[in-house]
Nanobody, 126 residues
Framework: QVHMVESGGGAVQAGGSLRLSCVTS????????MAWFRQAPGKEREGVAG???????KYANSVKGRFTISKDDGKNTLFLQMNSLTGEDTAMYYC????????????????????WGQGTQVTVSL
């Protein structure tokens, strides 16, 4: 059974940093692309950063140069380093696993992902 648990969210002032973690279990971590999504109140969920099994990455334009996605294959853990945070980054953040084994290029398309964590809240104050 696939299980994913996010942590690391919290409240931070604008300009600050946070590092999110997603510990996974129940499947071969190294064989699937992963991604971070976020959903702000009243908005649709959006892809923020993705990484494939080879470590190739993809970012939403809104976070390029500020966020870094990475993974530790030995610990089955996904990370999201978030720097220079702004109020626009306030949202619930979710990690997600791709539906397809060895899916190729990293994706930020929500329908490509079938397993989701419970989310961790990030709140950026001005």
């Amino acid at each position: 059974q696939v299980h994913m648990v996010e942590s690391g969210g919290g409240a931070v002032q604008a300009g600050g940093s946070l590092r999110l973690s997603c510990v996974t279990s129940g499947y071969t971590f190294t064989s699937y692309s992963m991604a971070w999504f976020r959903q702000a109140p009243g908005k649709e969920r959006e892809g923020v950063a993705g990484i494939n099994s080879d470590g190739d990455t993809k970012y939403a334009n809104s976070v390029k140069g500020r966020f870094t996605i990475s993974k530790d294959d030995g610990k089955n853990t996904l990370f999201l380093q978030m720097n220079s945070l702004t109020g626009e980054d306030t949202a619930m953040y979710y990690c997600a696993r791709h539906r397809t084994w060895l899916s190729g290029k990293p994706s930020l398309v929500e329908r490509d992902f079938v397993h989701w964590g419970q989310g961790t809240q990030v709140t950026v104050s001005l």
